[in-house]
């Protein structure tokens, strides 16, 4: 018996049991999307559940596993219409000797926004790298759910930087602070392992933490998507779960309002303390998912519950728990970017939780939450909404640093060439740095950013021909700072202030091993991300570089893992070159 989840309006049992028929004489396939289940109020309805998700969520049934056909990989090219903002669309899962229960579903339209590599670029021309640090994690957990499920994630979900940045550090690499900040850095350089002409620049950088007790208090708005498309266990049910970890980490200074939307936005709770958990999560368990959604209306009633709440000097911040479906009333990304833009002038900020698979839209979640200077976490399991909302909370909420900027002048005497792996999403132009009025990324306290570039050292192979015409720097200006590799500068704004502040930190060439081998784990682990990052994104670079090889390069360098996040990753590079073999 096929048994088909809830999502909005109700329609007969009996209509149901028509239409099923109908289709299964007709053709003998059956589907459904997420976004068209049934529900029914019929007893024999509601013995147990079910729900057809589409290709990024794999297919749940009352079928036998022998009898279910289902090809999970990514999908052949005669079966795939690809756009740079849409997901994969159709699915081919054809299997000799298996009956194949579907053979026709509905459109994935998950959406992703396009960010093309970056490019190789030559010190002589272009020796400053400018960019905005960033916090995000989402395209790891995101990618993580696409291949859990048994397929390759669109090259448009994976952003590098939210792989490299998703992992605690588990070394003790010592960091030197930098002097009149709240950062502190450590650097090291190491051949490439996917190229022998190249070296890796890793850097990281990490804001000072805060003891928990001695938080500020917060103000905190949960605005949580309860329309049809959120129907299901991995969309509303986890994201009633995930809230709950949270509140039971607030303090009795801390207070909580909650917005919910659907087809139109209500309060579903007035400004509450923290110490008053049971009315809060009674709030949150009356959640059900139904109707339309109006998520522009849900955001303007959340900032004004924020503003009734708000604590000077303290945490003022928006939580939003969506698929980012809106389709109600404001649903343009870039309306919404120009709304919250404006919003957190008043101090108010947004972060971006992300639920969901078929009808997911990355794209208007990873860009609102940079508009309102937020960071944007996908929750693909409860494990997950533990590490962002409770282990990691510190950094989820409380921003050390605000509009933070770094720079990276490389010294033409040593590299000839640099290319950045990831931030494509956050290059700033060179004049940006010092401008204040251009918008950057947040820190959260004891968060610890990576940075990563491969270089071609001066005497290596260049990828590019060094040009005819172009004048030669000084020898004087070179031989002055001859130890060093290159320049980090980074500007920030303290958390309510408006003039940035400036520190830097030579990186120098003493910061170079030998081998690939030799260097610290966090390199060698970090590397091995990387790897995986831009080969998922069909990176030319990593092209005769197998899944293999950066197992096993994470496998030797997972350190001391206590939450086994590392564990997981090797892990899921040797899924991802199964289902790479079982494609190809």
């Given at each position: 018996?096929l048994?088909?989840?809830?999502i909005?309006?109700k329609a007969?049992y009996?209509?149901?049991?028509?239409l099923?028929?109908?289709?299964?004489?007709?053709?003998?396939?059956?589907?459904?999307s997420?976004?068209?289940?049934v529900?029914?109020?019929?007893?024999t309805?509601?013995?147990?559940?079910g729900?057809?998700?589409n290709m990024s969520?794999?297919?749940?049934?009352?079928?036998?596993e022998?009898?279910?056909?289902?090809?999970?990989s990514k999908p052949?090219s005669?079966?795939?219409e690809?756009?740079?903002?849409?997901?994969?669309?159709?699915?081919?899962?054809?299997?000799?000797?298996?009956?194949a229960v579907?053979?026709t579903?509905?459109?994935?339209?998950?959406q992703?926004?396009?960010?093309?590599?970056?490019?190789?670029k030559?010190?002589v021309?272009?020796?400053v790298?400018?960019?905005?640090?960033?916090?995000?994690?989402?395209?790891?957990?995101?990618s993580?759910?696409f291949i859990?499920?048994?397929?390759?994630p669109?090259p448009?979900a994976?952003?590098?930087?939210?792989?490299?940045?998703y992992?605690?550090?588990?070394?003790?690499?010592?960091?030197?602070?930098?002097?009149?900040s709240?950062?502190?850095?450590g650097?090291?350089l190491?051949?490439?392992?996917?190229?022998?002409?190249?070296?890796l620049?890793?850097?990281?950088?990490k804001?000072n933490?805060?003891n928990?007790?001695q938080?500020?208090?917060?103000?905190?708005?949960?605005l949580v998507?309860?329309?049809?498309?959120?129907y299901?266990?991995?969309?509303?049910?986890l994201?009633?779960?995930?809230?709950?970890?949270?509140?039971?980490?607030l303090?009795?200074?801390?207070k909580?309002?909650?917005?919910a939307?659907a087809?139109s936005?209500?309060?579903a709770?007035?400004?509450?303390?923290?110490?008053?958990?049971?009315k809060?999560?009674?709030?949150i368990?009356?959640?059900e998912?139904?109707?339309?959604?109006a998520?522009?209306?849900?955001?303007?009633?959340?900032?004004?519950m924020?503003?009734?709440g708000?604590?000077?000097?303290?945490?003022?911040?928006?939580?939003?728990?969506?698929?980012g479906?809106?389709n109600?009333g404001i649903?343009?990304t870039?309306?919404?970017?120009?709304?919250?833009?404006?919003?957190k002038?008043?101090?108010?900020?947004l972060s971006?939780?992300?639920?969901?698979?078929?009808n997911?839209?990355d794209?208007?979640?990873?860009?609102?939450?940079d508009?309102?200077?937020?960071?944007?976490?996908y929750i693909?399991?409860?494990?997950?909404?533990?590490?962002?909302?409770?282990e990691e909370?510190?950094a989820?909420?409380v921003?050390v640093?605000?509009?933070?900027?770094?720079?990276?002048e490389?010294?033409?005497?040593?590299?000839?060439?640099?290319?950045?792996?990831g931030y494509?999403k956050?290059?700033?132009k060179?004049?940006?740095?010092?401008n204040?009025?251009?918008?950057?990324?947040?820190?959260?306290a004891?968060?610890k950013?990576?940075?990563?570039?491969?270089?071609?050292?001066?005497?290596?192979?260049?990828?590019i021909?060094p040009?005819?015409?172009?004048?030669?720097?000084?020898a004087?200006a070179?031989?002055a700072?001859?130890?060093?590799?290159?320049?980090?500068?980074?500007r920030w704004k303290?958390?309510?202030?408006?003039?940035?502040?400036l520190?830097?930190?030579p990186?120098e060439k003493?910061?170079?091993?030998?081998s690939?081998?030799?260097?610290?784990?966090?390199?060698?682990?970090m590397?091995?991300?990387a790897?995986y990052?831009?080969?998922?994104?069909?990176?030319?670079?990593?092209?005769?570089?197998s899944?293999?090889?950066?197992?096993?390069?994470?496998n030797n360098?997972?350190?001391?893992d206590?939450q086994?996040?590392?564990?997981?990753?090797?892990?899921?590079v040797?899924?991802?070159?199964?289902?790479?073999d079982?494609?190809n």
């Amino acid at each position: 018996m096929l048994k088909i989840k809830a999502i909005g309006r109700k329609a007969s049992y009996s209509l149901v049991l028509v239409l099923l028929t109908s289709i299964l004489s007709a053709c003998n396939t059956a589907g459904t999307s997420s976004r068209d289940r049934v529900s029914s109020t019929d007893s024999t309805s509601n013995q147990s559940d079910g729900y057809y998700a589409n290709m990024s969520a794999g297919y749940k049934t009352s079928f036998s596993e022998e009898s279910l056909s289902l090809r999970k990989s990514k999908p052949s090219s005669s079966s795939v219409e690809y756009n740079s903002r849409i997901g994969f669309r159709g699915a081919d899962y054809q299997s000799p000797g298996l009956r194949a229960v579907f053979e026709t579903q509905q459109p994935d339209t998950a959406q992703y926004k396009n960010y093309s590599d970056n490019p190789v670029k030559q010190v002589v021309t272009e020796p400053v790298s400018t960019f905005s640090l960033d916090m995000d994690t989402a395209s790891y957990a995101n990618s993580r759910r696409f291949i859990a499920h048994g397929w390759m994630p669109h090259p448009d979900a994976v952003r590098v930087e939210e792989f490299i940045n998703y992992f605690p550090s588990t070394s003790n690499e010592k960091l030197t602070s930098i002097t009149g900040s709240p950062f502190s850095a450590g650097y090291e350089l190491a051949p490439s392992p996917w190229n022998t002409d190249k070296v890796l620049l890793r850097v990281n950088i990490k804001a000072n933490d805060v003891n928990f007790n001695q938080l500020p208090p917060s103000n905190l708005v949960f605005l949580v998507d309860t329309s049809g498309s959120m129907y299901g266990e991995d969309r509303l049910d986890l994201l009633k779960e995930s809230l709950k970890l949270l509140v039971n980490k607030l303090r009795p200074q801390d207070k909580v309002s909650i917005v919910a939307y659907a087809g139109s936005a209500g309060v579903a709770l007035e400004p509450t303390s923290g110490s008053n958990k049971a009315k809060i999560l009674a709030a949150i368990d009356k959640f059900e998912a139904g109707g339309s959604t109006a998520g522009g209306e849900g955001l303007q009633l959340a900032y004004k519950m924020a503003e009734r709440g708000k604590v000077n000097g303290g945490i003022n911040r928006i939580l939003l728990a969506t698929d980012g479906d809106f389709n109600v009333g404001i649903n343009s990304t870039e309306e919404l970017k120009a709304f919250v833009s404006r919003e957190k002038e008043k101090g108010i900020t947004l972060s971006t939780l992300g639920f969901g698979d078929d009808n997911f839209n990355d794209a208007m979640m990873v860009q609102i939450a940079d508009a309102g200077n937020g960071n944007y976490s996908y929750i693909d399991s409860l494990e997950e909404a533990q590490k962002v909302l409770q282990e990691e909370m510190s950094a989820t909420l409380v921003t050390v640093a605000k509009d933070v900027k770094a720079q990276i002048e490389f010294n033409p005497a040593q590299v000839l060439e640099y290319r950045q792996i990831g931030y494509e999403k956050r290059q700033l132009k060179q004049e940006d740095f010092n401008n204040d009025k251009v918008d950057a990324g947040d820190i959260g306290a004891g968060k610890k950013l990576t940075v990563l570039y491969e270089l071609t050292l001066a005497g290596g192979k260049p990828s590019i021909d060094p040009l005819r015409y172009q004048s030669k720097k000084s020898a004087t200006a070179i031989n002055a700072n001859n130890n060093e590799i290159a320049f980090l500068k980074l500007r920030w704004k303290a958390p309510h202030g408006q003039k940035s502040e400036l520190a830097s930190l030579p990186i120098e060439k003493k910061a170079l091993v030998s081998s690939f081998a030799s260097a610290g784990v966090e390199t060698r682990f970090m590397a091995a991300v990387a790897a995986y990052g831009q080969k998922l994104r069909n990176n030319p670079e990593l092209s005769k570089t197998s899944y293999q090889q950066i197992a096993s390069w994470a496998n030797n360098a997972k350190g001391e893992d206590k939450q086994g996040y590392r564990a997981e990753f090797v892990k899921l590079v040797r899924k991802a070159a199964a289902l790479d073999d079982k494609d190809n």
